[in-house]
């Protein structure tokens, strides 16, 4: 865990900018629908794997009491000036337990495929639980072998192009290991540029911000596959995610283990039916 907290670390000002936005809004479609219901306003929340805290402000806004936790410093300083009024926590999730404090408690973005066995999961899954107070609820989501078998094919998924920085994803995933990786590839343009490297950023920059539609996104991805043949003075950074692929079945076997009385699975959109083209959303009980 300790070189996912150093690559987390590397990502965090570009994820609090890009990625962490951009996936606000189904996550707490998702919180909306499976976990506030029942909570009382000034209900205690847990969010573990925060990241950039973008899921956290909202809730205190509604008036829930939300901590969030993250192993990484950076993402927790980015955090805490996102939703100031929450309490942060730096620890692992594997050892992180507050007996009986939450009524609620949740992770999201697959944060949890980044851990490396099923004993690591049962960890986090025995703190949850003793964590909850009765009834408390635990949402959770994996992305699974089937799905990740599918989608996570070597080939950059997303990336972007703005004013300094240019940045691309790239998942894969190897069924006989079930384990796998995204790489998130990172170009920085240099502090200091020359009066001829002004002008051509100048110049280059309405080309960029065209790459910037939908439309383009095929063209896009593959310009940033290439990007130091346009912007060769610009530094590149490759930092990789490893994940792990966890069988459905066995997750739901250590889920009730640990405790968690009522456990159902579900798409984002609340389809009970998990195919390869979605993850696997658990929505855990412990039941008063």
Known sequence: MSENQDCYDRWAELYNRTMGPSYYSPQMDLLRRALLPGLQQNAEILDLCCGTGQL???????????????LSEKMLAVARTNAPGARFVHSDVRSYREENRFDAIFST??????????????KVFDNAVASLRRPGRFVFDLNHPGQLAKWWQGRPTEGEITPGCA?????????????????????????????TQRFAAYIRRPVYGLMSRRRFVGLRLKMIQNFNRFEPTWTREDVDFPVVGHDLTAVRSVLSSVGFDEIRMETIDGDPNIDDDHSAHFICEKVG
């Open 56 to 70: 956290i402000k909202p809730l205190v806004e509604q008036g829930y009491e939300v901590t969030g936790l993250d």
């Open 167 to 195: 940045w691309m994803v790239t998942p894969r995933y190897a069924t006989k290991e079930q384990s796998g990786a995204f790489r998130v590839t990172m170009f920085y343009q240099p502090d200091r540029l020359s009066v």
């Open 109 to 122: 973005s697959a944060s949890l495929n980044h851990l490396s066995t099923i004993d690591d999961l049962r």
